[in-house]
């Protein structure tokens, strides 16, 4: 319980201050909001369907999840599968 909670605290910290950098000159900001958002689907299940939605009506998000879940540990890798989306849905 304390680790779940300590690692949504840490992807929402990502989230910030990935936030922060997106508006200074180096381009560091996307891939930490990305890696934060990841942080939190391996923590909670209850935030993989707006992880899913997210990668569904953005395809650059889908590719940097999509670059980062093929270089992720194997507990990352599953949780970022289940949040693949449904390309047969013709989105």
């Known amino acids: 319980m304390i680790a779940r909670i300590a690692?949504?605290?840490s992807g929402i910290v990502l989230?910030?201050?990935g936030a922060i950098a997106a508006i200074s000159?180096?381009?560091?900001?996307?891939p930490l909001i990305?890696?934060?958002f990841i942080m939190i689907a391996g923590a909670n299940p209850a935030a993989r369907p707006l992880i899913r939605w997210m990668r569904e009506?953005?395809?650059w998000f889908d590719f940097l999840v999509g670059h980062i879940a093929r270089r992720s540990p194997r507990r990352f890798k599953d949780v970022l599968e289940e949040?693949?989306?449904?390309r047969?849905?013709?989105n």
């Open 15 to 17: 989230i910030i201050y």
């Open 88 to 90: 047969d849905s013709g």
């Open 7 to 9: 690692t949504t605290l």
């Open 34 to 36: 990305v890696l934060g």
């Open 57 to 59: 009506h953005w395809r």
């Open 83 to 86: 949040t693949a989306p449904n």
């Open 25 to 30: 000159p180096l381009p560091l900001g996307v």
